[in-house]
């Protein structure tokens, strides 16, 4: 047995005491939540402060067991199966901290600190409505640990365990290589990170993600409390600000991603609608779509199911979202979903459990909601409840088709994902699109309650007027042609010329001006987005006398010759040099343009570049120039990146003696030996050892009888041996005097084939991508001001 085996060399301690604290931290979590709710349901504040200090012991555990992770990731300790799967010695800092999240158990460890980092300061700030939201927040934070217990419970095993010995894992049980007391020593290094996670963006998208996936147990929290209270309107003001965190957190997240897309993978765009991550926004338009209801709900009393329905459901479909991406279903339709390990079921159960408690305490109190009442169709209530519902519809949308996988799983059935995914979901949700921007600008020209009409169509003059006039503009501007993008167009102006008149109307001054700062940005996004990306244009098409590879890569990709000059749409391009770092290539392009005389000027240079992996394969990163009315997207779609990596300038094709009158065969080239022979300068000149030129001449010939002669010298003055080579340029062969020979009218040749250094890139112009993150700067500038108005309430 391997337990009877007395290993060499392993670290034993950071792994128990990784284990022990998990294992507090349960026990902790469970008592916290167990004294909060015996002593909310006596009344007793001795009973509360104890699960405050339960709480605590919670949090001081989870930072410590992060800490020993941590630990073991930069010391290196390949004998724990998370460490040797996620991290290598080459691993700079950067990616040895994100190695803490590249897998699941580390990924569960981060949402469980972050989530209880949150509770700490919903702890200290809940006041009132402690005893009540500190025991669902509790028991989300039992329920999230048991994630990375890995313990056997009842014949069940709950969890994985970062702290795992890999001879321990059970998908190595039996395996020959651990029955060896000294394995370790064979273990040299550890496997490394997937390349593609090997980039800046990795450090900071999962942890704000992770952030936002935490930030939604809260709002969701005092929804379940203002259930169990029988409170359905007082928990607004308190959870209107969480509301806000988890919208920032979330959506901050899903940018990132996006942003990360965008820059470091080269299908060249912002939003792939890839099932991971439609995963997070499905949670992310459903809590939208509750924080406006709890607005209404502020406005007026009733409809107050519908938010807590929107909350509960937000917050399930985070957890629904976690299931996608780990449980490996989505693993054949999604680029960067998890694999799966076991966790499913565990997670189904959590999603279940939390469906059937929200269920009914939401059923139990639902006779006693306010009877829902119709609101006057001029009337910003109406707008945006209607604007509520289509934010619930477009993501029920994207749910159906994300679980496609999921629906076969439970219902044997064979469906199919769509084949041209992105056409797919745009078709589907350009219209939801239209109708949301447009419902922003109607309701920003109404207010609450009923309003008069003429009053209505008035304020509806300018915006109406000023969204015609720039349509017009950006259509010649732009050249947008599609009905569909037209009328998108027209809505974003609308939404936005009715947030700039909002705030003009109001002089800045209004209780709401942050929500039509928020609409404002929201426009300006989407504004950006449909011009970057329904106008861009590739700018590389082959030009040269090679074949590429079919009709498509001809048209949308250009051969670049090392030091050559290409045109690339407006720009003339150079590849000029290659650097190697390690198992990287940066390749630089000069990217040029034409002065009023006609002579190329540097514009700017690009670096694209491939990490080389040939256990994981290769990642070609590109590169963008940035500026304010375009970005210039360069990838390296083709390069020879053995002989890249290798370096080497020549390679030797052809080494042998070959004598007078010889004929050889070379890359494609007749060569003819046509002398040998020792030049002398006068008849006189006395030849020696240490003073002698040897000749050798010959005439080459190509498949079209193309002739060219040539000379190579093999030459010894005063002991020092030089030679002259002859290069046939217009094949890049080297022909050098290689050595003597002791056979009579025989030389050594070397012919030398200088490589061909080139590589094949795709170049694309994406017209006012900036636009779309001066919209997003906009957009969080909005939801801060709210957050910060929020909070300052919630202080008096």
């Known amino acids: 047995m391997l337990l009877d085996i007395q290993y060499i060399g392993e670290h034993l301690l950071p792994g128990f005491l990784g284990k022990g604290f998990i294992v507090l931290a349960l026990v902790a979590a469970f008592i916290s939540f167990i004294l909060y709710l015996v002593g909310n349901k006596n009344d007793n504040s001795k009973l509360i402060i104890a699960g405050r200090i339960g709480y605590l012991v919670h949090f001081i555990a989870i930072i410590l067991a992060g800490a020993v992770l941590f630990y073991m990731l930069f010391q290196g300790y390949w004998e724990y199966d998370y460490v040797w799967k996620h991290t290598a010695s080459y691993l700079p800092t950067k990616f040895i901290i994100s190695a803490f999240w590249a897998g699941q158990e580390g990924s569960f460890l981060l949402w469980v600190f972050l989530q209880a980092l949150l509770g700490l300061i919903l702890l200290y700030t809940a006041k009132k409505w402690e005893s009540y939201v500190m025991p669902v927040l509790a028991f989300g934070q039992f329920m999230l640990t048991t ?181 490996g279903v989505l693993g054949e339709t999604s680029a960067h979903a998890f694999g799966n390990n076991g966790l499913a079921a565990q997670m189904v159960v959590i999603m279940i459990l939390t469906l059937i408690v929200s269920l009914a305490l939401y059923f139990k109190n639902f006779k006693q909601f306010p009877k829902m009442v119709s609101d006057d169709i001029l009337s910003r209530e109406f707008w945006m409840f209607v604007g509520s519902i289509i934010l619930i519809l477009s993501a029920f949308q994207i749910f159906i088709t994300t679980s496609i996988p999921v629906i076969n799983t439970l219902f044997g059935t064979e469906m199919a994902p769509p084949l041209e995914r992105v056409a797919f979901y745009n078709k589907w949700q350009l219209p939801f699109a239209i109708m949301i921007v447009l419902t922003m600008g109607v309701s920003l020209l109404l207010h609450y309650g009923k309003n008069d009409v003429k ?172 500026a304010f009315t375009k970005d210039v997207f360069t990838y390296i779609s083709y390069a020879d990146i053995e002989a890249d990596m290798d370096g080497e300038e020549f390679k030797t094709i052809f080494e042998q003696e070959v004598g007078q009158g010889d004929s050889l065969s070379i890359a494609s080239q007749m060569v003819v030996i046509d002398s040998i022979f020792i030049r002398k300068k006068t008849e006189e000149e006395v030849v020696s050892v240490d003073n002698v030129e040897i000749i050798a001449t010959f005439h080459v010939m190509d498949d079209f009888n193309h002739s060219s002669h040539g000379e190579i010298s093999y030459i010894v003055k005063d002991g020092l041996l030089s030679r002259k080579d002859f290069n046939l340029e217009e094949t890049n062969l080297i022909f050098t005097f290689a050595s003597l020979s002791s056979e009579p009218q025989k030389i050594g040749l070397r012919v030398d084939e200088k490589r061909f250094e080139y590589i094949v890139v795709k170049t694309t112009i994406f017209p006012y991508i900036s636009v779309m993150w001066i919209g997003v700067l906009i957009m969080f500038i909005g939801l801060g001001i709210s957050f910060y108005r929020n909070l300052r309430i919630n202080l008096k």
């Not at 349509?471 to 939404?495: C, K």
């Open 147 to 327: 994630m990375v217990w890995g313990a056997n419970f009842l014949g069940l095993v709950l969890g994985k365990s970062p702290f795992e010995l890999m001879r321990n894992d059970p998908a190595n049980a039996g395996v020959e290589f651990f029955k060896n007391s000294n394995y370790l020593s064979q273990i040299m290094d550890g496997n490394g990170i997937n390349p593609l996670l090997e980039n800046i963006w990795m450090v900071t998208h999962p942890p704000l993600l992770f952030l936002g996936y935490a930030a939604s147990i809260i709002p969701f929290a005092f929804a379940i409390a203002a259930l169990w209270k029988g409170d359905y309107k007082t928990w607004l003001k308190p959870a209107f600000p969480w509301v806000i965190v988890s919208l920032s957190t979330l959506g901050g997240g899903i940018l990132l991603g996006g942003a990360w897309a965008y820059e470091s993978l080269t299908f060249g765009g912002f939003w792939a609608w890839d099932p991971v991550e439609n995963a997070s926004l499905i949670p992310w338009l459903v809590m939208l779509a509750g924080m406006h209801m709890m607005i209404l709900n502020k406005k007026r009393n009733h409809s107050y199911g519908l938010s807590f329905i929107f909350i509960v459901l937000g917050f399930v479909l985070v957890i629904y979202a976690s299931y996608l991406t780990r449980s």
């Open 455 to 626: 009053e209505f169509l008035k304020r509806l003059i300018f915006p109406l007027g000023a969204s015609i006039i720039l349509s017009i503009g950006e259509i010649y501007l732009f050249q947008i042609h599609d009905i569909g993008m037209l009328l998108f167009l027209f809505s974003i102006n609308f939404a936005i010329t009715s947030a700039l008149d909002y705030l003009l109307r109001n002089k800045f001054d209004s209780l709401n001006f942050s929500n039509s700062i928020s609409h404002l940005g929201f426009g300006i996004m989407f504004l950006g987005v449909l011009v970057a990306f329904s106008t861009s244009e590739v700018i590389s098409t082959n030009t040269s006398r090679y074949d590429l590879g079919g009709k498509e890569m001809n048209r949308e990709n250009q051969l670049l010759i090392r030091n050559e000059v290409k045109e690339l749409g407006s720009y003339f391009v150079k590849y000029t040099d290659l650097r190697r770092e390690k198992n990287h290539l940066f390749y630089t392009l000069e990217f040029m343009s034409k002065d009023a005389e006609g002579n190329l000027q540097k514009e700017f240079d690009l670096h694209p570049s491939i990490n080389v992996n040939a256990r994981m394969g290769n990642v070609y990163d590109p590169d963008t120039y940035h």
